[in-house]
T-cell receptor, first 112, second 113 residues
Framework: GDSVTQMEGPVTLSEEAFLTINCTYT??????LFWYVQYPGEGLQLLLK?????DKGSNKGFEATYRKETTSFHLEKGSVQVSDSAVYFC???????????FGTGTRLKVLA | NAGVTQTPKFQVLKTGQSMTLQCAQD?????MYWYRQDPGMGLRLIYY???????DKGEVPNGYNVSRLNKREFSLRLESAAPSQTSVYFC????????????FGPGTRLTVT
């Protein structure tokens, strides 16, 4: 079945460091791919998405590119801030299934 | 717009008690979902409703029932709570397309003693 694998955390970075959180997937068909962010005590909220191969999703300085050849959707940010500390989830959904598949989440801690 | 709302925010139950978690969305979405979130396990789908009048099992449906009361509301019922159901529960709704993003409620933190 479909699955999402993302890197284990926690990831601890200093402010202004470069961030990469790896995400790879397996899916039948052509999924849409998403990154969600969860701040402490809150629900998940959409960070960015990509719906087809080579699409780049971007938001708030975060970017991820839909790579069909490597089945990956890695999240990157050039300069993290303390306020980016949160848990990040990679997810996919395939047409007609109505079922999202989530990764286990990666906790990011940014130190001032 | 309030988005997706959930009640209650917190609940403590004794083993064997029952309760219903309420969820409502005001975005006119067709699809709604219930997840549970446990440490180290990400989100696991309990039940979903692709449209009003339909419900389907997800990955971990045992011990739960759902009702899609109308297009706006989707409730989750625990008939006889067990400690293994201690978790954070999230309701979500999905945009009009079957590949659209999901919108999440703030969650219900449930403890079963």
């Amino acid at each position: 079945g479909d699955s999402v694998t993302q890197m284990e955390g926690p990831v601890t970075l200093s402010e202004e460091a470069f961030l990469t959180i790896n995400c790879t997937y397996t899916a039948t068909g052509y999924p849409s791919l998403f990154w969600y962010v969860q701040y402490p005590g809150e629900g998940l909220q959409l960070l960015l998405k990509a719906t087809k191969a080579d699409d780049k999703g971007s938001n708030k300085g975060f970017e991820a590119t839909y790579r069909k050849e490597t089945t990956s959707f890695h999240l990157e940010k050039g300069s993290v801030q303390v306020s980016d500390s949160a848990v990040y989830f990679c997810a996919l959904v395939t047409s007609g299934t109505y079922k999202y598949i989530f990764g286990t989440g990666t906790r990011l801690k940014v130190l001032a | 717009n309030a988005g997706v709302t959930q009640t209650p925010k917190f609940q403590v139950l004794k083993t064997g008690q029952s309760m219903t978690l309420q969820c409502a969305q005001d975005m006119n979405h067709n699809s709604m979902y219930w997840y549970r979130q446990d440490p180290g396990m990400g989100l696991r789908l309990i039940y979903y409703s692709a449209s009003e009048g339909t419900t389907d099992k997800g990955e971990v449906p045992n011990g739960y029932n759902v009702s899609r009361l109308n297009k706006r509301e989707f409730s989750l019922r625990l008939e006889s709570a067990a400690p293994s159901q201690t978790s954070v529960y999230f309701c979500a709704s999905q945009g009009q397309g079957d590949r659209d993003e999901q919108y999440f409620g703030p969650g219900t933190r449930l403890t079963v003693t």
